[in-house]
Structure formats: C-alpha cells, structure tokens
C-alpha cells in the first residue's frame, strides 16, 4: 500500500531524505505545499479583504480561487495542508474550494 506525506515545501528535502533512509523500501509519495510554484500546491494572488483572504489554488496545471474567512498568510499557511489532504482523498479540487467558502 501506497502512504502519501504532505510536506511544507520548504522542509521537504531534509524530511524526504530521513524518511527514506528510516524505510528505505517503503512505497511513499512525498507532495508538497507552500506559496512557490516548485510546491506540487501551491498559492498564490492573495488578496486581503474585509470578509477574509482569497487566493489561487494551484495544482497539476489547474488553478481555482479559494475564500477564507479569516485573515494573513498564515491562515494561508494552515489550510494548505487541509486542501492538500482532501484533494490527495479525492475531493474534486472544486468542491474542496466550494465547502471552504461556506
């Protein structure tokens, strides 16, 4: 069975290289997140606004706005992993942007 790990973008190499020296024979799939567009997820185009932050989701050549009533980059930050997971689940990169305006 395959076991996928989401990793910060920025933290990525150093953690791929331990996990595969601890199982080096272990089916992992490494996906990344963060704001550069190395990220296998990433953000972009954030704008402040009175209701909350927006950005772009971006992921295998497809783009789509996300709403956050919330505020900064760091919420940013935190939903990342989250749209990440679900997307990686199976959720429609649509729907996942669709629940997170509600």
Request: glycine letters at 4%; hydrophobic letters at 45%.
């Amino acid at each position: 069975m395959k076991t996928t790990i989401i990793l910060k973008k920025a933290e990525s190499s150093a953690a791929e290289r331990i996990l595969k020296q601890l199982a080096p024979d272990a089916e992992v799939e490494f996906v990344t997140y963060g704001f550069s567009p190395d990220a296998d997820f990433y953000a972009s185009d954030q704008i402040e606004a009175d209701e909350g932050i927006n950005f772009k989701l971006n992921y295998k050549g497809s783009s789509v706005p996300i709403w956050l009533k919330a505020h900064g980059e760091k919420t940013i930050e935190t939903a990342l992993p989250a749209i990440c997971a679900a997307i990686i689940s199976g959720m429609n990169i649509v729907e996942v942007s669709e629940a997170l305006k509600k």
